[in-house]
């Protein structure tokens, strides 16, 4: 059974940085995209970054710039370093595989198959 573990959640005051991370496993890392989603309170889970199989990277608009996500094939461990962080980033970080999906539909949340529990980034003003 694919397991997605989120970790790397936290406190911090804006302008901060956190760095999450993912580490999955029951699954051919090196053929899935792997995104990062959130979900603040109220509102509905939106797509944050995402890296395909193959290496490309797709961001929502409100995050490039400031944030980055990354893959290790090696340590089936995906990435998502966050600098510069606002109060409205606040959410619930989920970590999500979805099998050689690319492009634009790496955005699209019913594509993936897998999803984490979660983690807590709180930006306080």
């Known amino acids: 059974q694919v397991q997605l573990v989120e970790s790397g959640g936290g406190l911090v005051q804006a302008g901060g940085s956190l760095r999450l991370s993912c580490a999955a496993s029951?699954?051919?890392?090196?053929?899935?995209?792997m995104a990062w989603f959130r979900q603040a309170p109220g509102k509905e889970r939106e797509f944050v970054a995402a890296t395909s199989w193959s290496g490309s990277t797709y961001y929502t608009d409100s995050v490039k710039g400031r944030f980055t996500i990354s893959r290790d094939n090696a340590k089936n461990t995906v990435y998502l370093q966050m600098n510069s962080l606002k109060p409205e980033d606040t959410a619930v970080y989920y970590c999500a595989a979805s099998w050689r999906t690319t492009g634009a539909d790496m955005a699209v949340r019913h594509r993936y198959a897998h999803w984490g529990q979660g983690t807590q980034v709180t930006v306080s003003s």
């Open positions: 029951e699954l051919t890392f090196s053929d899935y995209a």
